[in-house]
């Protein structure tokens, strides 16, 4: 990701994440591609300091500015919901089978709850800004 894009994504996503009620996170975006084939941007939560890495496809910028703003609503509520998987995951050790198969069953879950809320979020957020675009 070149510098331009870089910034210009950086500084929408801090504007959403103020407007979420992230402040207290830091979060950065990476400068390298996503590599998940058939998905558009990642999220990964970091322990108990609020912490998160956001990754936006190479394609990324190709997509309408109303699934940007969707597809960046949702990872920024993943943060919000990470304290929550983190607790399961503290729970399911015992049993090494069992924990997996719950924390697939869980996450496919939460997927689908933190994918509604975005759909919910995302039209109360403004879309990302038409000029500068790199």
Partial sequence: MNRERHRYW??????LQ????????????????????NAKAAVQAMGPKREAMIW???DFDESSRSWQRHYIVHELVHCHFHPLFTQFEAQCCADKG?????????RSHEEYA??????IIAPHMPLPPKAAKP
């Fill in 10 to 15: 950086s500084a929408y996503i801090a504007d």
């Fill in 18 to 37: 103020g407007r979420m009620l992230l402040a207290d996170w830091w979060i950065e975006l990476s400068r390298k591609p996503l590599m998940i084939e």
């Fill in 56 to 58: 936006l496809a190479a």
């Fill in 98 to 106: 069992i924990a997996r198969t719950l924390q697939i069953a869980h």
């Fill in 114 to 119: 933190v994918d509604d809320l975005a759909r």
